[in-house]
């Protein structure tokens, strides 16, 4: 028994009837995608893509980290990414919390967090526009790259373009 049998499982039906072994590692449709962690957003199927279309980069508050910077700039150059939309979601836990609220946070658990930037996000709209600036303006990427910004609702599953 392991914490991970229903997942293994799951896969053994999974792989039965499984039909994707011609895809390659390359975007199919050119697009990469940054969003949040967020476990109610469905990145291929609210764009009616399927695996092998997009490359998906997920992390909390779908902020463009370095290391976000750092796989873009492998998508462009290995893996035929030629746009990026970068989507944080409404109802985002990351606009409701401060680095400074998590720290403490951690702290009652005796967890000294201090030492992570979490990127939290007091201003979501600000934070976008930010992180749209941070891949428009890299020098690692190439110049006049569509690079687009848009808010999920995970009420309604619509998307609210920000900066398209
Ligand atoms: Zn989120």
């Given at each position: 028994m392991s914490a991970f049998d229903d997942l293994l499982a799951a896969n053994e039906e999974f792989s039965a009837t499984f039909t994707n072994a011609e895809l390659t590692g390359k975007a199919a449709r050119g697009?990469?995608?940054?969003?949040?962690?967020?476990?109610?957003?469905?990145p291929l199927g609210l764009f009616g893509?399927?695996?092998?279309?997009?490359?998906?980069?997920?992390?909390?508050?779908?902020?463009?980290?370095?290391?976000?910077?750092?796989?873009?700039?492998?998508?462009?150059?290995?893996?035929?990414?030629?746009?990026?939309?970068v989507m944080p979601h409404t109802d985002c836990g990351m606009t409701k919390v401060t680095d400074d609220e998590v720290h403490a946070i951690a702290a009652r658990r005796g967890v000294d967090t201090r030492s992570?930037?979490?990127?939290?996000?007091?201003?979501?709209?600000?934070?976008?526009?930010h992180d749209?600036?941070?891949?428009?303006?890299?020098?690692?990427?190439?110049?006049?790259?569509?690079?687009?910004?848009?808010?999920?609702?995970?009420?309604?599953?619509k998307l609210m373009p920000v900066d398209i």
């Open positions: 697009l990469a995608v940054v969003t949040c962690m967020d476990s109610r957003i469905d893509l399927k695996p092998g279309d997009a490359k998906i980069l997920r992390n909390a508050g779908a902020r463009v980290t370095d290391d976000v910077l750092r796989t873009l700039v492998l998508a462009v150059n290995l893996l035929a990414v030629e746009r990026v939309l992570l930037d979490f990127h939290t996000v007091p201003d979501q709209d600000a934070a976008l526009r749209l600036t941070r891949i428009r303006t890299s020098p690692f990427l190439p110049a006049g790259m569509p690079v687009g910004g848009a808010v999920y609702d995970v009420r309604t599953g």
